[in-house]
């Protein structure tokens, strides 16, 4: 599981830093999630193939979230496109890329599909054979959700010594990885854990921004094997979080603690502050596995 931070800064976008964009490769599928602007430029900076992009998740209407989009899906029609491309995203956002593309003459070359999201409880919005996408309901000013990936669990693993011992044909490979027990010629029955090894855990990672401080996610991601959460104040200046419905870096390191998170990702930080080393020392008198996003940052986990 790979994830590219394109941005994380907030508010607007600077000569140094990008408003919110990432792209998350799972199951070896990839994913982009928000679209600040200046995304296309960033996608290209770190050397990420448009064409792979075939689903795009927005979690709100702010424009440092959304503003790229429409430029990318009009530099999609540029470049040739024809894969079908998923725009999940707040109700609104349909009506507001149809009105720039109807007004520009800039009709997609490509089939567009947009799935608007109004609920306030936790739905998935994705599912194919191999990963499972649901929201994540934020407090924020305007509706917001966050997204929760999840992988499901993949096929067993072959044994090559056992496999060969017992004279199994590649014919039957596919059959034994997916769990079946193995009979051979002579009426023996070869169990499935004798021939196969266990498959990778599954991993999963939430993306949780633009949030006041609210524990309710917490059931929602509980375990989670990454979490990505705002934190776009230090404790410092806590008293801004409830008019703007942000949280500090120490509030994101309180909830990664509840929900039992392996690793905590902070971003969204406000350009007031001349470092963002002091979030991450601020999350870490809370919960030790802190790491910081920082444009163009790569995390792999494994």
Known sequence: MNLTILGCYAATPRSLTNPT??????KNRMFLIDCGEGTQVQLRKNKIKFSRINHIFISH????????????ISTFSLLGRQNDLHVYGPKGIKEVILL????SGSWTSYNLY????????????????KVVVSTIPLKHRVYTNGFLFQEKTGDRKLNPDAVNEYGIETCYYNKVKSGSDMTLEDGRVIPNELLTF????????????DTLYDETIVSLIRDVDVLYHEST???IDEQYCEKT????AKQAAEIAVKANAKHLILGHYSTRYGSIEPFKEEAQTVFENVHLADDSKVFEFN
């Open 245 to 248: 419905m942000h949280s500090t």
């Open 100 to 103: 720039l593309l109807k007004t």
């Open 198 to 209: 266990d498959p990778y855990p599954p991993m999963s990672y939430a993306f949780c921004s």
């Open 61 to 72: 209407l702010h424009g440092d979230h959304f503003y790229g989009l429409i430029g990318l």
């Open 114 to 129: 947009f799935h608007e999201l109004d609920s306030k409880e936790s739905e998935v919005i994705f599912e194919d054979d």
């Open 21 to 26: 964009s990432q792209v998350l490769e799972m």
């Open 233 to 235: 104040f230090l404790d």
